[in-house]
Nanobody
Framework: QVQLVESGGGMVQAGGSLRLSCAAS????????VGWFRQAPGKEREFVAA????????NYADSVKGRFTISKDNARNTVYLQMNSLKPEDTAVYYC????????????????WGQGTQVTVSS
C-alpha cells in the first residue's frame, strides 16, 4: 500500500512561492492519481489540484489556476505542488492524497492521505 509524506510547507509573504512535495513509500505511484487538498481554519477541506497517474493530465481549482502547478516525478516517486504568487487566503494545511485509477476532484474518492503540511502566507 502506498503511504504519503508531505513536506515543504512554511511561512511566506504574499507574492512569494513555495514548493510542496508528496513522497510515496511502500510502493510506487504507478497507477495512482494524486490530488492536493487544503483546509483553512474554520473551513471545509477543498480541492486544489490533481494529476493523473501518467502525469499527462492535470486539473486545478479556479482559485489557484495560473498560480499553482502540479507535477510528478515518477523516478523519485514524488508529486510536487509549485505555488507562486501566494495570497493570504492560500493559508491552510495542505494534504496530498492518492487513489488508484482516474484522477478526481472529489476527496471522498481518495483513500490514501498524508499527514498534511502547514502553509502560512502573511500580508
Amino acid at each position: 500500500q502506498v503511504q504519503l509524506v508531505e513536506s515543504g510547507g512554511g511561512m511566506v509573504q504574499a507574492g512569494g512561492s513555495l514548493r510542496l512535495s508528496c513522497a510515496a513509500s511502500g510502493r510506487t505511484f504507478s497507477g495512482y492519481a494524486v490530488g492536493w487538498f487544503r483546509q483553512a481554519p474554520g473551513k471545509e477541506r477543498e480541492f486544489v489540484a490533481a494529476i493523473s497517474w501518467s502525469g499527462g493530465s492535470t486539473n486545478y481549482a479556479d482559485s489557484v489556476k495560473g498560480r499553482f502547478t502540479i507535477s510528478k516525478d515518477n523516478a523519485r516517486n514524488t508529486v510536487y505542488l509549485q505555488m507562486n504568487s501566494l495570497k493570504p487566503e492560500d493559508t491552510a494545511v495542505y494534504y496530498c492524497a492518492a487513489k488508484y485509477g482516474l484522477m478526481s476532484i472529489l476527496q471522498y474518492q481518495y483513500d490514501r492521505w498524508g499527514q498534511g503540511t502547514q502553509v502560512t502566507v502573511s500580508s
